[in-house]
Structure formats: structure tokens, C-alpha cells
């Protein structure tokens, strides 16, 4: 949802970083961190802040001194923040290996605004301006089933930079979208539609999702995920759709556009990821495809909305279903167009609504009708005929 709405979240972003299985630890990580940064890259030490770990209670964990220790070393006490679990402890899961983190945030605000107000207090509080850029995580931890936390014995580092908001920091933007990674799409998007970026805020959000957008739908479907209807092919049709309705209301496009940007997309990662020049014309299919399937659903439902949404404060349960249900409208997407219009979406009632309908389903399938029979309850088929000749399988 934040996505090209802000100006530094994406649905895909490039992750650099450096790893150390045993190697190297808190000292190494910390102190090389800070020489690429600020001797390297040469970025403005004044405006960069570093965070670690306050400790938790409930964990038996305490403040994370060792990394403040390394810190202290090299940047002054005032520009070392505390960080709660939240920020500075990272876990992948339930279960696994976790530990302590440190994040380097960087202040991009003019520097009038910087006399005004202390960067320190804006880190970690969603400024736009105020971002982390990297995050040092320290794995020294596995966390059991039972929740508690064993040391590991062997201690490992797993560092992520954000690509998108390094290059925005060095080419000195107030955005990850004015960096030459997006303007040359963006370029593209406005010639097309012959409406200026920069000049209205409704327009430049839906160039910039569109920009965003079309990166996640193409990579994800070079590397083998098609959009479906559920599990993973669901999150990338929902990511398509979403870009495909801002093109359709804000940019006036009424014809597929999407599958156009991907020759584009492909030519930056040359040697970068030649697998999306390779797959070009298949991916530029399967989003055309989509996208013609979508328009046609979405014309009929956003004026079904529209009618709908004139003369209401609240948009029904039941409502938000019918367009789920008969017009193939992702609950995501009315709750988009009901936002936009300062309404809110009864989410209780769509639920009891598509619970009634799963019932009905489930007890259709019990109705004896001549020699169907169902076998076993299944809620979710995968096709996979598109990489296989054949599969192990139950009868349904």
C-alpha cells in the first residue's frame, strides 16, 4: 500500500551486503560498514546515525554493548541510538537463527530543516527523509520451539543495503524514484500517457507504481512464478492488478500498457539478470494476457464501485463481496478505491459473506449427483503442467 505512494518502499528492491559464517563478527562488520560509507561513497558523516539493540526483558536479553562499544569507537555517543525488538532484533522466523542488529541511517533532509529539527529524533519514526539504508545483523542466537534462545557456536553476519536508497543517497535525491534506476521507466510512462511527472501528485504516485510495479511482475515471472490464483501466483497477480487500475484511472490507459515497459525493464539488467532478456517476449505474453483479462474486468467494476460509492459513507460487506466474487475485484482493490474516496470498507461483513459462500461450496459437494462422487476435500489445486510431464497426486 505504501508503495509509490512514499518515496523509498518497493515491491522489489536489490539487496547488497556482505555475509561471514564464523569469519568475522561485530568489530569487522561495524568498522567496514562505516569506512564503504563515508570513505568510499563518501557520504556525509554529519548526517548518518547508527542504532543497536536496547535489550528485552522478556527475552532475558540485555543492551547489545558489545556493538555500542565498536560504535562509540568511531562515532560520537550522541549519534548512537537505542532500538527495541522491533528494529534491532531480527529473527527469520518462529524458529532458527536470530540475533541482535545495527542499523545506519542516513538524514536526507535540506539542511534548513536539519538546524530545526534533531535527525535523531526522526530515526525509525516513517520520515521520508530519515532512512535506514543498511542493517547489520548479528546472528548469535537459535530461538528453540519452546521460545527460548540458545547461543550459537559458531557467530555469523548478514548485512543488507538497500541498491535503490544507496544510489539516492549518492546521486543526492530527495527520492528513490528521481534516480536514474527508475526515471528512464517513469520517462517512458509519461511520454505515453503525455502527462508531465512532477507536476501533479495523483499522476507521478501511479507513474511511480507503475515504475515499482512492472520490476516485481517481470522478474518474478522470469524466474518461473506465473500469476494465479493463490499462494505466490496470487501476491504477483495482485501486484500486476494494482498497477494495471492506477494506469487505467489516473494515467487513461484503456488498452494493455504494462507489457510495453518490459524491452525497457530488460535492457537495464543486461548483464545483471540476462534470464529477463532471454524470457522477454514470454513474460511480455503472460503480462498482456493478464492485462487484457483485468481491463475487462475492471471497467465493469469500478463503475459498478463508482455508482455505488455516490451516495454511501460506508462500502457494505456484501457489496465488497459481489465485486470480489462476480467481477473478480481483490478485496485489496475495493479497499483502495474506498480510501481514495475517504470511505471505509465493512471487512467483517465480507468475510461472514465469503464464509457463507465456502459453505455452500463445501456442501454442494456433498450433493449426490449421479456417479460424481467427491473423494477428498480440496481447497487449493496447483497446476503444474507447465513444468511438468507428470506428478504424484490423490484423486479429489
Not at 543492551?63 to 549519534?79: L, N, T
Not at 484511472?249 to 529477463?276: I, M, N, R, S, W
Request: proline share 3%.
Amino acid at each position: 500500500e505504501e508503495v509509490g505512494i512514499d518515496t523509498y518502499h518497493h515491491t522489489l528492491f536489490e539487496m547488497l551486503g556482505n555475509w561471514s559464517f564464523g569469519d568475522y563478527f561485530k568489530r569487522e562488520a561495524i568498522a567496514w560498514s562505516w569506512e564503504l560509507l563515508t570513505e568510499v561513497y563518501k557520504l556525509d558523516k554529519d548526517r548518518l546515525y547508527v542504532t543497536v539493540f536496547e535489550g528485552n526483558a522478556a527475552d532475558g536479553l540485555s543492551r547489545d554493548d558489545e556493538a555500542y562499544a565498536y560504535w562509540k569507537a568511531i562515532v560520537p555517543e550522541d549519534r548512537i541510538l537505542m532500538g527495541n525488538k522491533k528494529d534491532n532484533f531480527w529473527e527469520m522466523g518462529d524458529t532458527g537463527p536470530c540475533g541482535p542488529c545495527s542499523e545506519i541511517h542516513v538524514d536526507c533532509r535540506p539542511d534548513a530543516e536539519r538546524r530545526e529539527i534533531d535527525g535523531k529524533t526522526l530515526v525509525n519514526a516513517d520520515h521520508p527523509q530519515v532512512i535506514e539504508i543498511w542493517n547489520l545483523v548479528f546472528m548469535q542466537f537459535n530461538r528453540q520451539k519452546d521460545g527460548s534462545l540458545q547461543s550459537l557456536p559458531a557467530k555469523h553476519v548478514d548485512t543488507g543495503m538497500g541498491f535503490e536508497r544507496l544510489v539516492r543517497v549518492i546521486q543526492g535525491k530527495s527520492s528513490n524514484y528521481d534516480t536514474d534506476i527508475f526515471q528512464p521507466i517513469i520517462h517512458y510512462i509519461a511520454g505515453k500517457a503525455q502527462i508531465p511527472y512532477g507536476m501533479d501528485e495523483k499522476t507521478d504516485i501511479a507513474m511511480r507504481v507503475l515504475a515499482d510495479h512492472i520490476r516485481a511482475i517481470s522478474f518474478t515471472i522470469a524466474d518461473g512464478q506465473l500469476p494465479s490464483n493463490n499462494k505466490a501466483g496470487y501476491v504477483v497477480r495482485r501486484i500486476l492488478r494494482r498497477a494495471v487500475r492506477y494506469a487505467y484511472t489516473f494515467l487513461h490507459f484503456k488498452e494493455p500498457f504494462l507489457y510495453e515497459l518490459v524491452p525497457l525493464l530488460a535492457g537495464q539488467f543486461e548483464g545483471v539478470f540476462d534470464e529477463l532478456i532471454s524470457q522477454q517476449e514470454f513474460v511480455q505474453k503472460v503480462i498482456l494476457e493478464e492485462e487484457q483479462s483485468f481491463l475487462r474486468t475492471l471497467v465493469t467494476g469500478v463503475q459498478r464501485f463508482e455508482t455505488y460509492a455516490a451516495g454511501t459513507t460506508q462500502i457494505r460487506g456484501d457489496f465488497a463481496f459481489e465485486l470480489y466474487d462476480t467481477y473478480g475485484f481483490p478485496i485489496d482493490l475495493t479497499e483502495l478505491l474506498a480510501r481514495e474516496k475517504g470511505l471505509s470498507v465493512d471487512m467483517v461483513g465480507f468475510q461472514q459473506a465469503l464464509n457463507e459462500q465456502r459453505n455452500r461450496s463445501r456442501a454442494a459437494t456433498t450433493v449426490d449427483a449421479d456417479d460424481w462422487i467427491v473423494v477428498k476435500e480440496v481447497e487449493n489445486i496447483d497446476f503444474v503442467g507447465y513444468d511438468q510431464l507428470e506428478c504424484a497426486t490423490e484423486i479429489a
